[in-house]
């Protein structure tokens, strides 16, 4: 239902060098009929934050201004500030358009409901006359 795109990630994996943190830390579940998204996003205005779904790649941006004002003298400054971004291919299983998205105490949460043909169903088999019996 979801396949990453960072490079890091695959290269530690096939290089077993270190990735860097990711620019917006995540946790993706499959609850009942809903694909869940965790982004982490503290100290981020919800004003700043993008979210956009083109051919079945979603896109969240958001931006962390820095708290010091113009012309302040840091004396640390380890928290990252500036745009962030963050891409995902989602599965052809997912309705796209009908996305959920909220945001509170720096998490910005998306439900995405499994589409209905990715459902599993069950088919009945009718018998009798005039009827079509399936053999095997």
């Known amino acids: 239902m979801l396949m990453r795109t960072e490079f890091d990630r695959l290269a530690q994996q096939v290089l077993g060098t270190p990735s860097r ?8 579940y499959r609850a009942g009929d809903d694909f869940v998204i965790h982004f982490d996003l503290p100290g981020v205005d919800p ?6 779904i083109e051919r079945n790649v979603l896109t969240v941006r958001a931006e962390r201004r820095s708290p010091a004002p ?3 003298e840091l004396l640390a400054a380890e928290r990252p500030s500036g745009r962030f971004s963050r891409q995902l291919f989602l599965g052809e299983t997912l309705d796209t358009a009908r996305i ?3 945001y509170e105490a720096g998490v910005l949460t998306l ?16 018998t009798g006359e005039g ?6």
């Open 21 to 28: 943190p990711a620019g917006v830390p995540m946790d993706a």
């Open 47 to 52: 004003d700043t934050v993008d979210l956009d």
């Open 70 to 72: 113009e012309g302040a």
């Open 100 to 102: 959920d998205a909220s």
């Open 111 to 126: 439900r995405i409901p499994v589409a209905e043909q990715a459902k599993p169903r069950r088919i009945e088999i009718a």
């Open 131 to 136: 009827k079509r019996q399936l053999s095997g």
